[in-house]
């Protein structure tokens, strides 16, 4: 089975052009629009990557992504922005994020980069 | 504030050394003065005692003479000496010898023989029988003289005696002027010498070796050739004391240096007051100097606190960035060159909080600048992922040209956005450099990355010709990637269709420290030399693009530099145009 990826962008279009190119890569895709899903319980999906928006309304994505991992520990998160976060932020400290990509982007560039987060050898 | 003056010492010694200078030239004309007049009042002194003491001695001849005519002009005694009582006449003439002081009273008969002699011990002896004066007398004439007489000089006088007109006798009156009578003359500080033919007869001067009085006549002799009155004073070491000495002669006029008194004032008391006279003054006059500079020291204090509150007012305002006025403590000039400082100060100030306010509006430009791009930036990527999305849909290709069209143009309009906030940040100096060690092959790679929907929209090829194995660079990355992005976006620009822009590297082998440089080639239409000067300066850009800002290769510029390095270019009309970097290269590890 393809592997799950998870979308965290609060901008509805970005949100669903990234979907719908991985849908077309093949990935199987789940887009939110925040990280409110992960306060709950557990994940339906074991997810193998998550791309998450730095700037997202409740939280910022450093901080999703240390949800996140708490819940899939084996889970790559690969954080997009349109600059990179502050070194400063005590999150990215921790190493929780795996790959960070600038915004705007292309669709090659989205690929090759989840290509590589996915590929085992990247681990 | 206690005040720390440098000057006030140099005030305090010039202050003292003109007073002194200005007092000792005063002191010394006092000096002079008042050494010129007691000298004067000293010689006055010297001929006031020499005057006191001729006029004892003519006092004493005076005596003589007078007793010799009052005894020979009594009838009485007349009368006795022709009748031949002698011993009524040594009666009456006794109480007289007494009486004026005599010391030789004798009588004669007119034969010349002696008939009543009476004298006092110390007129004992003397002999008048080959007197002159007696001849005299008994020629009917009235005399008187000076002569020596042991160690005296003997004063006497003859007057003849007269019964009814007829001669019967003559009387001799004498005085002896001896050493007690020279002693009695002298005053303190003062000694009398006589001297008779020009020899010492008898002189009061003690400690005084006789033979050097005598010698004293060699320097009479120069006396007697000068002005013998009143100007004869002369200054004389006897023995081991210093006189002041004047001479007066007592011999008849034609003679007038035959006998004569010296008299000399010892100069022990005068020295001694000439002495005490230079210390007073000296003295005065030097506590004069030392009240005058602790005066004026006392009076210059306010301008020295003014000058030290000056100089440390200049050194806060250096060390505390302008804060503060200075105290302004004087009306004088200092004063008022105070208040000037404080005015430049104060100006100082107002335009440091001007550009402060400046500095600040700017960095609020940019974070306001860097805020627009980022929220310009958001929905751009999911506009262009859209678009790109829609390449594996059923598009007709000449609408997905045309939407590859607008995301090429969102590029465009993404790196004006880039290089107008890296200016502003420069520009306002929030632009923060970290340089790094960058693999040059690696940055380019992912620049013609990202370029490569923009060349293959405008079928330009793209080449990254840099050596693996080339060292990496000491740069700045998101800067050096501005400037690359720019040169290369320029240079797809610049290419017509089937045209190439590559990126070639290497050492630079020329340059005195390690540089690699980086080149970026293209095969467009080139520049002319007038279009290549001031290509680099703001807002003067550029080939083939009217809607370009002007800021691209400015901003290559001015962040190459910032990086330490350099840009050129080097380019010929219709054959293309090669953009140099030399930037820094990284020190090899462990070097």
Redesign the interface.
């Known amino acids: 089975m393809d592997p799950w990826i998870l979308v965290i962008d609060d901008?509805?279009?970005?949100?669903?052009?990234?979907a719908?190119?991985l849908r077309?890569a093949g990935y199987g895709v789940e887009a939110w629009e925040d990280a409110r899903p992960l306060e709950g319980r557990g994940l339906n999906r074991p997810y193998r990557l998550a791309v998450v928006d730095y700037?997202l309304p409740t939280v910022t994505g450093l901080e999703a992504a240390i949800r996140l991992k708490r819940h899939l520990p084996g889970c790559r998160v690969l954080l997009?922005s349109?600059?990179p976060p502050p070194r400063d932020d005590a999150a990215w400290e921790l190493g929780v994020v795996d790959g960070f990509l600038a915004?705007?982007?292309?669709?090659?560039?989205?690929l090759e980069a989840v290509g590589r987060l996915l590929t085992p050898a990247s681990w | 504030m206690k005040v720390k003056s440098k000057v006030g010492l140099k005030l305090f010694a010039i202050n003292l050394l003109s007073l002194v200078v200005a007092l000792v030239g005063l002191l010394l004309l006092i000096q002079y003065l008042a050494t010129r007049q007691i000298l004067e009042w000293h010689r006055q002194r010297v001929e006031l005692v020499a005057r006191l003491v001729l006029a004892e001695y003519q006092n004493k001849l005076q005596l003589v003479v007078q007793a010799a005519h009052l005894l020979a002009d009594n009838p009485t005694y007349g009368d006795l000496l022709a009748q031949g009582e002698m011993s009524t006449l040594r009666t009456l003439v006794a109480p007289t010898l007494k009486a004026t002081g005599l010391q030789v009273l004798t009588i004669t008969d007119s034969q010349g023989v002696i008939q009543v002699r009476l004298h006092d011990p110390g007129g004992l002896g003397v002999n008048i029988a080959v007197n002159p004066l007696v001849r005299a007398g008994l020629k009917g004439k009235a005399t008187s003289r000076m002569t020596q007489w042991q160690e005296s000089i003997s004063l006497s006088a003859a007057a003849p005696i007269y019964q009814h007109e007829r001669l019967v006798g003559v009387v001799l009156t004498g005085v002896l002027i001896d050493k007690s009578f020279v002693e009695y003359l002298s005053r303190p500080g003062a000694e009398v010498a006589l001297f008779y033919s020009k020899r010492l007869v008898v002189n009061s001067f003690q400690d005084v070796p006789e033979e050097e009085l005598a010698s004293l006549l060699k320097s009479m002799e120069v006396a007697e050739t000068g002005n013998a009155r009143g100007g004869n004073i002369h200054q004389l070491k006897l023995g081991n004391q210093d006189y002041t000495v004047t001479y007066l002669p007592l011999g008849e006029e034609e003679k007038p240096w035959e006998n004569f008194i010296l008299v000399g004032v010892n100069r022990r008391e005068l020295d001694a007051t000439l002495v005490t006279l230079k210390l007073v003054i000296f003295g005065v006059g030097g506590a004069a100097a030392l009240v005058g500079a602790f005066l004026s020291q006392g009076l210059s204090l306010g301008m020295r606190r003014q000058i030290a509150l000056l100089t440390e007012g200049t050194r806060r305002a250096a060390r505390e960035e302008l804060a503060g006025d200075i105290p302004v403590t004087s009306r004088d000039e200092l004063g008022e060159l105070a208040e000037s400082f404080n005015a430049m100060t104060r100006a100082l100030r107002e335009k440091t909080r001007q550009l402060e306010e400046e500095r600040d509006r700017i960095a609020a430009n940019a974070d306001f600048l860097s805020m627009i791009v980022h929220d310009i930036k958001a929905p751009l990527t999911g506009v262009r992922l859209t678009i790109e999305s829609l390449q594996d849909e059923t598009v007709p290709p000449e609408m997905y040209q045309k939407l590859q069209g607008i995301i090429q143009g969102s590029e465009g309009l993404l790196l004006h956005l880039h290089n107008v906030l890296y200016l502003s940040r420069f520009e306002s100096g929030r632009l923060e450099l970290r340089p790094e060690a960058v693999p040059p092959r690696f940055l380019v790679q992912r620049l013609l990355t990202h370029f490569a929907p923009l060349a293959r929209h405008r079928q330009v090829a793209l080449k990254n010709e840099i050596p693996a194995e080339l060292p990496p660079l000491w740069v700045d990355e998101p800067t050096m990637e501005r400037v690359l992005a720019n040169l290369l976006v320029n240079a797809l620009e610049a290419t017509p269709p089937g045209g190439e822009v590559a990126v070639q590297g290497g050492l630079l082998a020329l340059s005195p420290f390690p540089e690699l440089e980086l080149v970026v080639t293209d095969t467009g239409c080139g520049l002319s030399r007038e279009e290549q000067e001031g290509l680099f300066e703001k807002y003067r850009e550029r080939r083939h693009k009217a809607s370009s800002s002007g800021l691209g290769l400015y901003i290559c510029k001015t962040l190459t530099e910032a990086n330490g390095g350099r840009i050129w270019v080097a380019s010929e009309p219709g054959r293309g145009a090669r953009f140099h970097l030399a930037l820094p290269m990284a020190a090899p590890e462990g070097g």
């Open positions: 901008e509805a279009v970005t949100r669903e052009a990234l719908a190119i077309q700037h997009i349109s600059e915004k705007p982007f292309s669709k090659d560039a989205i």
